[in-house]
């Protein structure tokens, strides 16, 4: 693959490779989606789990043989456990490679993300809550205003720029050229010009992000992209964290 993990990964990916029965290189590709995705969130393309797919921590798992209970199931527990391994470990030891980043690089009075990650030269981090939207190319950050749209998916383009990042909300598929831009350089310390305060416990904010991520998933049920029992199943985990 051509990244560079610290020994102990080794061995932990090895261990779990062998536990959810995956060859060791797809083990190391969902590794490497997971943590370009900050740990929440995975962007993949991997023949052996079913080609192109989508996993989002607490949220929808998406594989390309829609249908596949047992492959969404397999999945979903694959890249829960690389989640654990990211977010407690040193998984690469040049994070450069691999563009990830432990530190928060989106305005901190945006609240809480439902998710966020990278797809080619831009990163994104979503703000269901605020209705906010922000994008990083280049090392510079842009917050647009998501209005309407609840997004519920994220895909990737050819291209470069944010323009290769598309969204998918109850209103279709759209990129940031269609959402108006929050005034302001999106750096930390710039003030928010209309968004709610950050709370200081951040409860509320969690409690609306969450909120939010059902109502997105209610309009994908109704458009038939979620059978009635991954619906329910996902509105119930989701409720019990409130």
């Known amino acids: 693959m051509g990244t560079t993990v610290s020994p102990e990964v080794q ?3 090895a261990d779990i490779a062998q536990r959810h029965e995956v060859s060791h290189d797809a083990v190391l590709a969902m590794l490497l989606a997971v943590s370009r995705g900050g740990g929440t969130m995975a962007q993949f393309s991997i023949p052996e789990l079913g080609g192109s797919g989508q996993w989002i921590r607490g949220g929808m798992t998406m ?3 829609m249908f596949d209970h047992a492959l969404k199931a397999r999945v979903d527990a694959l890249c829960s456990e690389l989640s654990e391994l990211v977010t407690t470990s040193a998984v690469f030891p040049d994070d450069s490679q691999v563009g990830v980043t432990s530190s928060r690089w989106w305005p901190g009075d945006l609240g809480v993300p439902s998710s966020f990650g990278g797809q080619n030269d831009a990163r994104y981090a979503i703000f269901p809550a605020t209705r906010r939207l922000a994008i990083q190319v280049g090392g510079v950050t842009t917050v647009f205003d998501t209005g309407e749209h609840h997004i519920g998916g994220v895909s990737q383009q050819q291209g470069v720029g944010p323009g290769s990042v598309r969204f998918t909300s ?4 759209f990129d940031v050229s269609s959402l108006p831009e929050v005034e302001g350089d999106g750096s930390p310390e710039a003030p928010a010009t209309d968004s709610a305060p950050a709370s200081s416990t951040g409860g509320t904010s969690d409690s609306e992000d969450i909120l939010a991520t059902i109502e997105s ?8 992209i979620l059978t009635d029992d991954e619906f329910a199943a996902k509105k119930a ?3 019990a964290r409130l």
């Open 63 to 65: 594989v390309g043989a």
């Open 237 to 239: 985990e989701l409720l």
């Open 217 to 224: 998933l209610a309009d994908l049920h109704q458009r038939g």
């Open 170 to 173: 109850q209103l279709g598929t």
């Open 11 to 13: 061995r932990a990916v």
